[in-house]
């Protein structure tokens, strides 16, 4: 299994969900590029690219067939992994994920085309992390926020967040919608949509919205939770989510007319590689870091 966090975030956003997925199955989490521990390379930044690390570093693995879950902007990336792996993914778990409608949180639509984070110091890059943690909640410790707020304020990552908005993002709000890639896939994987109710960077009602563009996908939401189901509602969302991993699925169905309200130029964009040179050579230990340029986590089964 591989799980793919979101914007501005990191691979410990898993902390509180992966040792109940490591007990049935073995659990890769990684830091995105420009995120974490990972190197902040001169790169494009689109949804494209970054699905191309992920396939390059799931490729590197060995991994032929997989579960595959990503939260926010994850959940996009987790989607393009889907059509770069035709077939390797056996099912896919998208938590309060972009794609589903264009509405997203105003602040992030401003700084996606006023390019303001272009002009952020390292030091305010941390500061203002810590700030958004607060008001976003997520069960964030104070350790976590500490952090997340240091690993922002390296060097490159401000320009990393810029370009990633500026390609997912418009001033009307998510440029990319799961139907501009769907109608792409020779079949969709069993799939399962997860929302918390409170969600105040992507509205909850898109998780309802799934319905109006494919048939038999599992949708969840959570009453108590906001952008963090995978923390704020995992006593929940874990005994869901085994489930759906572990019972027979069928495949959803594509509705007859369904198109996305947005077509999207940068959803066909040729996805372009990055690999990391020393991972074959990288000794892995559960849930420990990894030699790796980009950390790597991974939990297994007892």
Known sequence: MVLVHGLSDSCRTWNRLAPALAARRRVYALDLPGHGHS???????????????????????????????????????????AIERPGRVHRLALVAAGGFGSEVALPLRLAAVTGVLDLAAPLLMGVGTHAGMLVLGGNFNAAERRHLARVNARPGTARALSRTLRHAIDLRGQREHLMDIAHRLPEIPPLAVYWGDRDPVIPARHAADVDRYLEGVTVRRFARAGHYPHREAVAELSPDLLRFLDEPRAPPRLRAGARAPRASAAAAAAPTSLRWPSWQDAAVKPWARSPLSSLLRQTSPP
């Open 39 to 81: 190197d902040r390379p001169e790169a494009p930044y689109t949804v494209a690219w970054y699905a191309s690390v992920v396939a390059d570093w799931i490729r590197a693995l060995g991994l032929r067939d997989f579960d595959l879950i990503g939260h926010s902007f994850g959940g996009s990336i987790a989607m393009c992994v």
